[in-house]
């Protein structure tokens, strides 16, 4: 097993230095990096965008300072030169690409994931700022999706065809088929001051008194404050996870040994719990760390926004808009990394489960 986990790890610096080098690529060709958003909030253009939806003309009737940055940025007419030449050493694109990347890669190595271009702080400062939010949302959405589906999958495999297991079927595809943020929408309306019960909260993750609260006060605080998000965030997640459990314990109900053990004499209960739950639950159990950090890293953009919360999905996103290039690269290098890490501990996961699984013999 030791010599799997080396291939393993050695293999992640390829992977990851492949999935830097395809997305800075792409990014050398995307239009609108973060000097013409500069260059667009100088011209009164608000974003960069509408420099582009409007053409040259905003300095069309300005005469040109230097014709070599006409053609480099949109509408950077009428800019003096060394303006533009100043922007570009201080975002460092005065260098060529594989100079900037070598760079930036070296960095990272050093644990160096630079400043954000536009709020003057460093990136790993800017993510651990965002992370109590997606902390919040990821770990008690996928707690209570564990909680709720597991039971219920079994459940259902035991009772499969029966009035109970349709019933709870037809549930969860109609909860898997309503959009999150449209639930989110409705719970908002319902239940935070839109048109019915102000119970809820309308944004936040805590109070504005949070300090002085007490330390019982601080818990229910922050409960009151993610009910609502983390229901929209985990009302889709439970179709999957529990047809899954009900699957996998109908294909070890199946099997010769638990004929077997109910022939012995053993209880339903010995048999479901002591012998079909161990490899029923091989696949649900030792996939909950990619689960986790796919909730807790790939974030809800849109419910972040219709709550009000400030977490890795927004800010993602408002990077993207922005080009905010060191927060991009240094959220990608990292939760690119977590991710392949990730990896290598959801298949240790499957040989704790299950120590009959062996990676080494089954590459062989």
Known sequence: MGAYILRRLLLVIPTLLGIMIVNFTLVQFVPGGPIEQIIAQIEGQGDVFAGFAGGGDAGAGA????????????????????????????????????????????????LDFGESYFRSISVIDLVLEKMPVSISLGLWST??????????????????????????????IVAYAIPGFLFAILLLVLFAGGSYWQIFPLRGLT???????????????????????IIALTISAFATLTLLTKNSFLDEIKKQYVMTARAKGLSESKVLYGH???????????????????????????????????????????????????????????FGLMGLVVGIISDLMYVLVDPRIDFEKREG
């Open 63 to 110: 005469e040109t300072a230097g014709g070599a940055f006409d053609d480099k940025y949109v509408g950077a007419r009428g800019l003096p030169p060394e303006f533009i030449a100043e922007l570009e050493k201080e975002f460092g694109f005065d260098k060529p690409p594989l100079e900037r990347f070598l760079g930036m890669m070296w960095n990272y190595l050093t």
């Open 143 to 172: 707690l209570i999706a564990y909680l709720v589906s597991i039971p219920l999958g079994i459940r259902k495999a035991v009772r499969d065809g029966s009035r109970f297991d349709t019933w709870t079927s037809g549930m969860i």
């Open 207 to 229: 109070s504005d008194n949070w300090d002085s609260l007490s330390l019982f006060g601080k818990i229910t605080d922050y409960f009151w404050h993610i009910a609502l998000p």
């Open 276 to 334: 079909v739950f161990r490899n029923a639950m091989l696949i649900v159990i030792a996939g909950f760390p990619a689960v986790f950090i796919g909730v807790f890293f790939g974030g809800s953009i849109i419910i972040e926004t219709i709550f009000s919360l400030d977490g890795l999905g927004r800010l993602g996103f408002e990077a993207a808009v922005a080009r905010d290039y060191p927060v991009i690269f240094g959220t990608l290098f990292i």
